[in-house]
């Protein structure tokens, strides 16, 4: 294998490709399924595997760019990005990114970086995955109650139809996701999941995502796509800004791209053909996995860590990608079914 093995000059390490496109292979294919870049996987397993933690979040966020051009244009092509609001939440997400790199940078000279940051992964990871996990069991019990009844109960008043109507000029509407709100409620997600994004090394979709459905209120295909757009942007931010500190291995996510490239374009179009909610149940699942290969890291158990990561991500995949494959059998069936029917 140490034919596959490559030296990484700024980060001062060797490392085997064939990992770095696995990586970037099942981060490319959750990326474009969930609407993140993935980076929640990528870091923490860059990490996992030797990578010093602010190189591995620098890393990330130059590979998670590019990857996100691949998937944004999918999406386009499926009309799930709300460019509108995307552009909205750039100046917050900016200035967020610069925060949180500045902070990450004090953490490193102070000796903290590996362990705060590991730790804020585990607190971050299990509060998104709980909540949506919630969100999944409660839209369950909802639909199992309504069955039978000839008229559903009520929906109760969300969160974000509240937010939607604080009146803070100037308001602004944004016609495709369908939602109308004050615009200083999407930079300031952008603010803190810009802030998030720097300090995680992520683009901030595994926060951002959740955000835009239940803070801003949009569809969860419209908020897969618009977060890509807005992962697309911080990346690129980040990996400027952790480019000038020189904690971008370009090497490492270069052969990562080449993965990505591939998955991405397979777990984008896997999202025409499976349910909102269907969605979100394996989003916390893989939110929960990646939190305990963080935990086991933390805890110095790192082949039980490595192990958890790459086959949490395989497995995923594979689930993306046989929801891709019935997806694309069941359509085509439909098709040759309505070709017979009309040659009758």
């Given at each position: 294998?140490?034919?596959?093995?490559?030296?990484?000059?700024?980060?001062?390490?060797?490392?085997?490709?064939?990992?770095?496109?696995?990586?970037?292979?099942?981060?490319?294919?959750?990326?474009?399924?969930?609407?993140?870049?993935?980076?929640?996987?990528?870091?923490?397993?860059?990490?996992?595997?030797?990578?010093?933690?602010?190189?591995?979040?620098?890393?990330?966020?130059?590979?998670?760019?590019?990857?996100?051009?691949?998937?944004?244009?999918?999406?386009?092509?499926?009309?799930?990005?709300?460019?509108?609001?995307?552009?909205?939440?750039?100046?917050?997400t900016t200035v967020g990114?610069?925060?949180?790199?500045?902070?990450?940078?004090?953490?490193?000279?102070?000796?903290?970086?590996?362990?705060?940051?590991?730790?804020?992964?585990?607190?971050?990871?299990?509060?998104?995955?709980?909540?949506?996990?919630?969100?999944?069991?409660?839209?369950t019990r909802r639909t199992?109650?309504?069955?039978?009844?000839?008229?559903?109960?009520?929906?109760?008043?969300?969160?974000?139809?509240?937010?939607?109507?604080?009146?803070?000029?100037?308001?602004?509407?944004?016609?495709?996701?369908?939602?109308?709100?004050?615009?200083?409620?999407?930079?300031?997600?952008?603010?803190?999941?810009?802030?998030?994004?720097?300090?995680?090394?992520?683009?901030?979709?595994?926060?951002?995502?959740?955000?835009?459905?239940?803070?801003?209120?949009?569809?969860?295909?419209?908020?897969?796509?618009?977060?890509?757009?807005?992962?697309?942007?911080?990346?690129?931010?980040?990996?400027?800004?952790?480019?000038?500190?020189?904690?971008?291995?370009?090497?490492?996510?270069?052969?990562?791209?080449?993965?990505?490239?591939?998955?991405?374009?397979?777990?984008?179009?896997?999202?025409?053909?499976?349910?909102?909610?269907?969605?979100?149940?394996?989003?916390?699942?893989?939110?929960?996995?990646?939190?305990?290969?963080?935990?086991?890291?933390?805890?110095?158990?790192?082949?039980a860590s490595s192990i958890?990561?790459?086959?949490?991500?395989?497995?995923?995949?594979?689930?993306?990608?046989?929801?891709?494959?019935?997806?694309?059998?069941?359509?085509?069936?439909?098709?040759?079914?309505?070709?017979?029917?009309?040659?009758?």
């Amino acid at each position: 294998m140490d034919y596959f093995t490559v030296y990484l000059p700024i980060a001062g390490m060797h490392f085997n490709v064939l990992l770095l496109l696995l990586i970037g292979f099942t981060v490319g294919v959750c990326g474009g399924f969930f609407g993140i870049g993935g980076a929640w996987i990528v870091t923490p397993a860059l990490n996992i595997f030797g990578f010093p933690m602010p190189y591995a979040i620098g890393t990330d966020l130059a590979h998670m760019g590019g990857k996100s051009i691949v998937s944004t244009m999918r999406h386009g092509k499926f009309g799930n990005v709300d460019l509108r609001l995307g552009f909205s939440m750039i100046f917050g997400t900016t200035v967020g990114m610069e925060l949180g790199a500045q902070l990450v940078m004090m953490l490193e000279r102070a000796g903290l970086a590996e362990s705060v940051i590991r730790k804020a992964y585990i607190v971050f990871l299990a509060l998104i995955g709980s909540y949506v996990l919630y969100d999944y069991i409660s839209h369950t019990r909802r639909t199992k109650t309504t069955q039978g009844y000839a008229t559903a109960a009520p929906r109760q008043e969300t969160l974000a139809s509240r937010l939607q109507r604080i009146n803070i000029p100037p308001m602004i509407h944004f016609e495709t996701s369908g939602i109308t709100c004050s615009l200083w409620l999407p930079v300031l997600v952008g603010l803190s999941t810009g802030i998030v994004a720097a300090i995680l090394g992520v683009g901030g979709g595994f926060i951002r995502m959740p955000a835009l459905i239940y803070l801003i209120g949009c569809p969860t295909a419209v908020a897969v796509g618009t977060d890509l757009f807005e992962v697309m942007i911080t990346g690129a931010y980040g990996a400027f800004t952790y480019g000038v500190k020189g904690r971008v291995e370009l090497i490492a996510a270069m052969w990562m791209l080449l993965g990505a490239a591939v998955g991405a374009q397979m777990g984008t179009v896997a999202v025409k053909y499976v349910r909102g909610y269907a969605i979100r149940l394996l989003f916390a699942t893989t939110i929960f996995i990646a939190c305990a290969s963080v935990v086991m890291k933390q805890l110095g158990l790192q082949l039980a860590s490595s192990i958890t990561i790459m086959t949490a991500g395989i497995a995923i995949s594979a689930v993306i990608i046989g929801w891709l494959v019935k997806g694309i059998i069941a359509e085509r069936a439909a098709a040759r079914r309505d070709e017979a029917g009309g040659a009758k």
